[in-house]
């Protein structure tokens, strides 16, 4: 026989419906206010429309960082919201006109908003009194050594031995986000005073680009993978398919950025995100292997399993550890960096790995499903 829901449940789903539609009214709405021209100097003819993106703001800034039930909805509208006004810090070789708000005083009111609810929850993971006891330079050693080969963790071990055809390409698309415009962040880190340090970062990005030549750079592989599976190749056109978790990562690397006083904290991310590249791309490339996909399938992970070895031990050697000794008193934020990068990017991870489990089961075929 039969059964129905019980009733609180009816009504929980009911209630998680009805905000999914008002976070996508908002970020509508949102869209609309990023493309008007001279918003602030419009925002009193645009009130009815503020007024009701504010109010929903607040419902899902509480939402999200008061583990209320549509907690997961709410942060996906959040970094969608705070992603359209970051990726206006990029030039994408798009209408110029897109920019026409890039100095917005109301844009930047949201996004602070955002990112001081959104950072305040971040960091109360962290006993930041217990960090700025640690010996850094030994905790920084230790770590590293530990995330370059790591045990295989539960997402690694789906990634690399049970993903099917249909997952790998909902990983294609979800890593693209980040994959075609990938080190663009740190772009905003090469400026100012050059030392030995400066001059490591500068040959790093210079790799991350190709030295220069299109042909080389990554971001140029990653292309060819989504070629390989006749995917779509224009930066963000798998926007709506990426988890929160996965632009959570991607919105933080712009806030350290953004800001130099998080120098340290950005370093100890970039140290993390190099010393783990390898170990987890290994678990694509081997993926792709096994599903006996060609190796143009695979070129961009396998450039990076290679180089980034190489790239983890400069960040350590030549970025890090002189760093500490430079600023003393404030090194700790090295260790912070690191270990919140850490936290963030295995989120990430878990997430990607459920929306891939996701698209196996639904056994959905080539790029149809986006």
Same mark, same amino acid.
């Given at each position: 026989?039969? /059964? ?10 009911? &209630? ?8 996508? /009214? ?17 925002? *009193?003819?645009? #009130?009815?429309? /503020? $007024? ?24 996906? &509208? ?19 006109? @897109? %920019? ?5 005083? @109301? ?17 109360? $993971? ?29 997402? *690694?071990?789906? &990634? ?38 400066? /001059? ?37 056109? %798998? ?23 998080? &120098? ?35 070129? %961009?992970?396998?450039? #990076? ?40 990017? #295995?989120?990430?991870g878990k997430a990607t790995a459920r929306a891939t489990r996701m698209a196996d089961s639904e056994n959905i075929k080539s790029n149809k499903f986006f």
């Amino acid at each position: 026989m039969k /059964t129905s829901k019980p009733v609180t449940g009816q009504i929980l789903d009911g &209630f998680k419906e009805e905000t999914r539609l008002n976070y996508d /009214t908002a970020e509508t709405q949102f869209t609309t206010l990023l493309g008007t021209e001279a918003l602030d100097q419009n925002l *009193g003819r645009l #009130h009815p429309i /503020t $007024c009701d993106f504010e109010q929903t703001l607040a419902q899902a800034l509480i939402a999200a960082y008061q583990d209320k039930p549509d907690s997961e909805t709410a942060q996906l &509208f959040l970094q969608r919201i705070l992603y359209r006004i970051n990726r206006l810090k990029l030039f994408w070789y798009d209408d110029l006109k @897109y %920019y026409e708000n890039e100095r917005s005083v @109301y844009l930047q009111r949201i996004r602070d908003q955002i990112e001081t609810a959104w950072q305040a929850w971040e960091m109360s $993971c962290f006993d930041l009194s217990a960090l700025k006891e640690i010996n850094v330079d030994e905790s920084l050693i230790a770590m590293s050594r530990e995330d370059l080969d790591p045990e295989p963790s539960e997402s *690694g071990l789906f &990634f690399r031995d049970q993903m099917g055809a249909a997952g790998y390409r909902r990983l294609l698309a979800i890593t693209s986000l980040d994959g075609l415009v990938e080190a663009s962040q740190m772009s905003r880190m090469l400026g100012g005073v050059a030392n030995e340090v400066h /001059t490591t970062l500068t040959k790093l990005f210079l790799e991350e680009y190709g030295g220069g030549r299109l042909s080389r750079k990554h971001s140029t592989f990653f292309e060819a993978m989504l070629i390989e599976f006749d995917m779509k190749t224009i930066p963000e056109a %798998y926007f709506k398919v990426v988890p929160w978790e996965v632009l959570a990562g991607i919105n933080h690397s712009f806030l350290l950025t953004e800001r130099k006083r998080h &120098f340290l904290r950005y370093i100890g991310g970039l140290l993390y995100t190099e010393i783990s590249v390898p170990s987890s791309f290994r678990n694509y490339s081997a993926a792709a292997k096994r599903l006996e996909f060609p190796q143009r399938a695979t070129g %961009y992970w396998d450039l #990076h399993i290679k180089e980034d070895a190489r790239h983890g031990r400069w960040m350590l050697d030549d970025i890090a550890l002189p760093l500490l000794k430079k600023y003393p008193a404030d090194a700790w934020e090295l260790v912070l960096g690191y270990k919140q990068q850490r936290l963030i990017s #295995h989120r990430a991870g878990k997430a990607t790995a459920r929306a891939t489990r996701m698209a196996d089961s639904e056994n959905i075929k080539s790029n149809k499903f986006f």
